[in-house]
């Protein structure tokens, strides 16, 4: 099973940006669909983003369009989720994944592996 480890978390004022990074020990994520999601407390579990594994396919949910970037480092073996104009209801664990499907229009599904997540805090 692949060990996912996240990183890059932290406070950020509304309008700021946070990078995430997602990878895997002994592992290249360059294999697998990922998926980034998060969880808000009070909040459903939302699925965020993802990449396809064998096109670089990406999805976006509605509310992060625009402001968020998912993308993949071949070389390094890893994915970045670059998280721009945050809003305070951006705010959550954001955790990766690796999942079955990416589905074009729809979304982020079946989740396989996933790490611990990342608290990102959005607050003036």
């Known amino acids: 099973q692949v060990q996912l480890v996240e990183s890059g978390g932290g406070l950020v004022q509304p309008g700021g940006s946070l990078r995430l990074s997602c990878a895997a020990t002994?592992?290249?994520?360059?294999?697998?669909?990922i998926g980034w999601f998060r969880q808000a407390p009070g909040k459903e579990r939302e699925g965020v983003s993802c990449?396809?594994?064998?096109?670089?396919?990406?999805y976006y949910t509605h509310s992060v369009k625009g402001r968020f970037t998912i993308s993949r480092d071949s070389a390094q073996g890893t994915v970045y989720l670059q998280m721009n104009s945050l809003k305070p209801e951006d705010p959550g664990v954001y955790y990766c994944?690796?999942?079955?499907?990416?589905?074009?229009?729809?979304?982020?599904?079946?989740?396989?592996?996933r790490g611990q997540g990342t608290q990102v805090t959005v607050s003036s």
């Open positions: 990449i396809r594994e064998n096109d670089d396919y990406t």
């Open positions: 994944a690796t999942i079955a499907f990416v589905t074009p229009g729809s979304g982020c599904y079946g989740e396989h592996s």
């Open positions: 002994g592992h290249t994520l360059n294999l697998y669909n």
